[in-house]
DNA sequence: GATTAGGATTTG
């Protein structure tokens, strides 16, 4: 077995041939033949199941010493462990442990970007790496072993200073005397708020007398009481004084109290749990744990008191407990709150859905469907509120004595329409009776590690997230918590003009109701498209109501080459006159090209030559290089020796970087007097209109995923569009400053590459009305209306 | 070196 653990100064030790090299000078190139790294594990990770008997760890290890050479900087480096060394290495070593580590490569670490540590991992694998577990010897104080070895100085300090415990069986409690104990708990409350100073916690214990021995425990912090997570743990503790209440013998804390626990389960690791930042533990210590756990599964004490049950195995109104990881809560009012939790498993019932505002939803708001089904809303009472209050996105909870209900039971604050009808319904009451609690449950604990293992299994099936055996960032997958608001104030990205006075609805609610009325809610952009601004430019004719794209250039410049081919003698109008333009020297193409323009002599008359000119016979570059000179070109051909305009899908006007589009439906085009007598300015309208032109307007139109904690729902962003932005679609037709201010806002409104949790959240005023698709179903269309971005930070 | 609580299902 490639893992070792080695007791500090006594039985075998690490191989003389190896040499320690510090973590901080391990590189890619470093030949790492008999070389050894020495670190404490700071970070565990879970052992990782990849399929049958392939196995994968990451853990981070930190040098603690500092080694001759070596900068503090990069002193931390992931190791990642494969196979039966991960499986075994799971099993002998805990978070805390020193260990040194042979045999290893070397490898690029991806992700040290994320965790800023060393630019390398160290990869183990089961062909050639070792792995050393060092524990100290803790010194036993009351039966040093004969044959012991001279120990460190350190281990003979301690020795010196170490206290003598000595432990009272439960059924010899004195009443009045301070004592010490060891117990199997087979009832308990998380501490609780008492109404004095301090927390209060109250529990029972046995031990082999059978005796069974309630204890109460006052502290001021809730970290310094037991950490019991189920019944079955065993407690120590030092400093307890027997009371009689009640006339039975009772447990109460006293000055220098203090209090270690364990798991219960027999052949699991001994490991204590306690915020005491010293303690002491022997091997008589961890031979009492082991005597408690091997007692208590012979007496099967546990069989009838625990009550731990997944959420597929729920029965309606059992009460039960429930190990789960929290994804989202929600405050419902002062003495409720919302915590959706789930635990892989899906529940054979229908599940209540309680509908809250996303705006006060604090981690991911919403999730794929099949997630969905396996989340169950959980709401919890009074005084679970300020408990549930601390609870993060992403921890491991037990939630205790934990209530199904099915039926249509009534949540206080919400319509009936916002429940779903024949639901099981998640309450955790009020009050402490039968242990009611939540407990949050540290990743390290046998229960969490399995629970992590079934919730990996789901974003394998259903996510697919597992591809790579040998991509450490796999590891990640689970452990990446919710996306978050922190419960941050939400600053809204976009604000309503309306002034409706009306609530805020959510997207479920939108969609409920029918066309024809007003909503306004807040959301998140999930997604957007067109992303190419010019697909979100179109056509649009206010006459026929029809919309089209904007032609692009290849189009345009067929139907300019097509006009060009037809340009035989032609009688110009009598209000104009003929010449002939050259193109600029660096033109392409044949070079001093002369084309035929028509001038109007109105406006020659008035001095205003380049105000508009017909132009014959271009190219839509030579079109193009003409724009600088002059204000207004129209195109036009030769037509059975006649002017005429272009084909309309072609621009019938030129106006410096713009182009003006006529409908093609609406439009009784011809070549016709211009008539600007009076007229300050020539622009497209009134060439528009002496074409005979009904001219498209350029608008923008976006199809936009909104998506808040009830629901996602397609909206149209299109009349309003140009208020939106604040800028308008004519100038982002022509202009690169619009265009780049459009994408900003959309960038910033849903950036690329980010999680939806933290796009920004967008007040929006929504338009509920009738349309008919292409196949002449109605449907109900939305659009954002009446509202405009709030200039987002530049950057 | 005080006080808290002292198990025992619920407003929802």
Same mark, same amino acid.
């Given at each position: 077995m490639p893992v070792h653990v080695l007791l500090e100064g006594t039985g075998p030790q690490i191989p003389a041939h190896l040499t320690r090299i510090p973590i901080s000078l391990i590189t890619t190139s470093t030949d790492v033949t008999d070389k050894i790294v020495k670190g404490k594990v700071v970070h565990k990770g879970p052992l990782v199941s990849l399929n049958d008997d392939n196995f994968i760890l990451k853990m981070v290890i930190q040098e603690e010493d500092s080694m001759p050479n070596s900068s503090s900087q990069n002193s931390s480096v992931n190791v990642v462990l494969f196979g039966s060394l991960a499986k075994n290495f799971n099993q002998s070593a805990n978070q805390g442990d020193v260990v040194a580590a042979s045999g290893f490569t070397v490898g690029k670490s991806p992700t040290v970007h994320k965790d800023?540590?060393? @630019?390398c991992n160290l990869l183990l694998t089961e062909d050639g790496a070792c792995i050393y577990v060092l524990r100290p010897v803790l @010194? /036993? $104080?009351?039966? $040093? @072993?004969? /044959? !012991?070895?001279?120990?460190p100085l350190s281990a003979e300090l301690s020795l010196a200073k170490a206290p003598k415990y000595t432990y009272a069986k439960l059924d010899n409690l004195k009443a009045g005397s301070v004592v010490n104990v060891y117990g199997v708990v087979v009832f308990f409350k998380q501490p609780f708020k008492s109404r004095g100073t301090d927390f209060c916690s109250t529990l029972k214990i046995t031990d082999q007398s059978n005796e069974k021995i309630g204890c109460t425990i006052f502290c001021e912090k809730p970290e310094d009481h037991p950490k019991i997570f189920q019944n079955g743990d065993i407690v120590r503790m030092h400093r307890v004084k027997a009371q009689v209440f009640n006339k039975s013998i009772t447990l109460v804390n006293t000055f220098g109290f203090s209090v270690v626990t364990f798991g219960g389960v027999e052949g699991a690791l001994v490991e204590p749990r306690t915020s005491s930042r010293s303690f002491h533990f022997d091997q008589d210590d961890q031979r009492t744990v082991e005597e408690l756990r091997s007692w208590a599964a012979s007496q099967a004490l546990l069989a009838s008191v625990t009550s731990t049950v997944p959420l597929s195995a729920v029965q309606p109104k059992a009460y039960f407990d429930l190990t789960c990881q929290l994804l989202a809560k929600a405050p419902i009012d002062s003495t409720c709150t919302l915590l959706r939790v789930w635990d892989g498993t899906r529940c054979p019932h229908t599940l209540l859905k309680v509908i809250v505002d996303p705006h006060v939803t604090e981690g991911q708001l919403s999730f794929s469907k099949e997630r969905e089904n396996l989340i169950a809303d959980v709401l919890v009472y009074d005084n679970h509120v300020e408990v549930a209050r601390q609870l993060k996105p992403g921890v491991f909870l037990r939630i205790f004595n934990l209530r199904a209900i099915p039926g249509s039971s009534q949540v206080r604050g919400l319509t009936s329409s916002q429940l779903q009808v024949d639901h099981l319904a998640f309450h955790l009451h009020g009050g402490t009776s039968y242990s009611r609690g939540i407990r949050i449950l540290p990743d390290n604990t046998p229960d969490v590690q399995e629970l992590k293992r079934v919730i990996e299994a789901f974003h394998e099936n259903? +996510? !697919?997230? %597992? &591809? +790579?055996? /040998?991509? &450490?960032? %796999? %590891? +990640?997958v689970w452990k990446t918590p919710p996306e978050s608001l922190d419960g941050e104030t939400v600053d809204c990205s976009t604000e309503r003009s309306c002034g409706h006075d009306m609530q805020t609805v959510t997207l479920s609610e939108v969609k409920r109701s029918g066309p024809g009325r007003v909503h306004h809610v807040r959301a998140q952009l999930k997604a957007y498209e067109p992303h190419r601004l010019h697909e979100a430019l179109k056509l649009y004719c206010s006459k026929c109501k029809s919309m089209q794209d904007i032609p692009d250039d290849e189009l345009l410049e067929s139907i300019f080459s097509e006009a060009s081919k037809d340009c035989g003698p032609c009688s110009p109008p009598p209000w104009t006159l003929s010449g002939q333009v050259s193109l600029p020297r660096h033109a392409p193409g044949p070079s001093n090209r002369a084309l035929t323009v028509y001038l109007l002599t109105q406006l020659m008359s008035e001095g205003k030559i380049k105000d508009v000119i017909l132009l014959m016979g271009s190219t839509l570059e030579e079109m193009c290089q003409l724009m600088a000179s002059y204000q207004n070109i129209i195109p036009v051909r030769s037509s059975g020796g006649h002017l005429s305009l272009l084909d309309? &899908?072609? @621009?019938f006007l030129f106006r410096g970087r713009k182009r003006y589009y006529g409908c093609k439906r609406c439009s009784e085009a011809a070549v016709r +007097? %211009? &008539?600007?007598?009076?007229?300050e300015m020539i622009d497209e309208k009134i060439i528009a209109e002496a074409l005979g032109i009904q001219p498209l307007q350029f608008i923008l139109l976006m199809k936009l995923e909104l998506q808040d904690a009830t629901d996602r729902l397609d909206v149209f962003l299109w009349r309003h569009a140009e208020s939106f932005f604040g800028v308008s679609a004519e100038d982002a037709s022509a202009n690169q400053e619009a265009q780049n201010s459009i994408c900003q806002i959309m960038d910033s409104l849903c950036p690329p590459g980010g999680n939806v949790g933290q796009h920004p959240w967008l007040d929006l005023c929504l338009m509920a009305y009738q349309a008919e698709d292409d196949d002449g179903q109605t449907k109900t269309c939305y659009q954002v209306c009446h509202t405009t971005v709030v200039k987002p930070s530049s950057e």
């Open positions: 800023n540590l060393h @630019p @010194p /036993n $104080p009351r039966s $040093p @072993p004969a /044959n !012991k070895r001279r120990s259903d +996510e !697919k997230a %597992l &591809s +790579e055996i /040998n991509d &450490s960032d %796999l %590891l +990640e309309l &899908s072609a @621009p +007097e %211009l &008539s600007a007598e009076g007229v």
